[in-house]
């Protein structure tokens, strides 16, 4: 029997919090790992109202919480980390790549980056504020750091820290041989495939890093799969298979797209998506240039830069 009222439970073990917000994605799955010192908990869901009204109301059904878990360092992972910590005391655990992100944003060094980016790919400019509404969530200090091929214990099973890059440069996975879990954050979504960008300077060629990532996750056995949003796996490989399928078609519909006359990301960006408003431009804009630039690495179209602004042409059929 469940006697937690607010969580589902999926395992003997393993509980699921559907965490909503009035914004971005509306909702996010918390995942909650019951152990002898209380119950670990992996990412929290935005900061709103409602999820905060969630958790409070998960907390006094008598539910204790050792620790705190992040897979990444996106404001609908980590928006309450902060939140767990003055209220409740949870020691928070973050990736030491996740710690070095968050300080980024907190300098706001970003802003201008991005702005540039559109801006040499001949979109429209944008305001700063567009950027991130949700900077609050990035100024929490965590307690503990993991690095790659690490363990750590979530409940009392230890699962292994897997860093797959791709979605954001600092996303973890966390695998447990023992029941054959894998948590896979926004790396692997039944439903959508995650948003892949260039969100920062660091980010070369996130495209090709995911690809490298999603084939990372193929050799660890995996009876089911937790996703950070939507509907739980239990086919993982096949799952993964599917979204590198996906991607390669949306590639492949881009080189079609860019043709031989040499264009802007934007021009092909409205070309795909029609035009955009300016609340809804973002995230097509963004993914348009990043499978460009895999693109052009790849050898697949030409790019150059010229008087400021990256122009492309299709090269495959030369
Ligand atoms: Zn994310």
Redesign the pocket.
């Given at each position: 029997m469940n006697q937690f009222p607010t969580l589902t439970k999926i395992s003997e073990d393993i509980y699921q919090l559907v965490v909503r917000y009035p914004f971005g994605m509306y909702e996010m799955n918390s995942f909650l790992f019951q152990g002898d010192n209380g119950f670990t908990i992996v990412d929290t869901g935005s900061k709103a109202k409602e999820s905060i009204e969630i958790w409070e109301k998960t907390i006094s059904s008598g539910i204790k919480v050792e620790k705190l878990v992040l897979t990444?360092a996106?404001p609908?992972?980590i928006g309450l980390a902060k939140w767990f910590q003055e209220n409740y005391h949870v020691p928070v655990y973050l990736s030491s790549l996740g710690y070095k992100e968050i300080q980024r944003k907190r300098n706001h060094d970003n802003g201008d980056w991005i702005q540039n980016l559109f801006k040499t790919h001949g979109g429209p400019e944008i305001s700063l504020n567009k950027v991130d509404l949700e900077e609050d969530a990035y100024e929490f200090e965590p307690d503990g750091l993991f690095e790659n091929h690490e363990t750590i214990k979530l409940g009392n099973e230890w699962y292994e820290t897997i860093l797959t890059p791709g979605?954001?440069s600092d996303h973890f996975c966390f695998y447990n041989q023992n029941q054959q879990v894998m948590i896979t954050?926004?790396h692997v979504l039944a439903g959508l495939a995650?948003i892949i960008g260039v969100w920062s300077e660091s980010d070369r060629n996130p495209i090709q890093e995911n690809f490298d990532s999603l084939e990372k996750l193929k050799d660890h056995p995996t009876k089911l799969a937790l996703p950070?949003h939507g509907e739980l796996i239990y086919n993982l490989n096949e799952r993964i298979d599917e979204m590198i399928t996906g991607h390669k078609h949306r590639l492949q519909q881009i080189v079609k797209f860019v043709g031989s006359e040499e264009k802007t990301s934007w021009q092909v960006c409205q070309e795909i998506y029609g035009p955009l408003s300016d609340t809804k431009f973002f995230a097509p804009f963004l993914a348009t240039i990043t499978r460009l630039i895999y693109l052009e690495k790849n050898g697949d179209v030409h790019g150059e830069l010229r008087d400021g602004k990256w122009l492309f042409r299709s090269i495959v059929n030369e």
């Open positions: 990444h996106h609908d992972h979605h954001s954050g926004d995650p950070g």
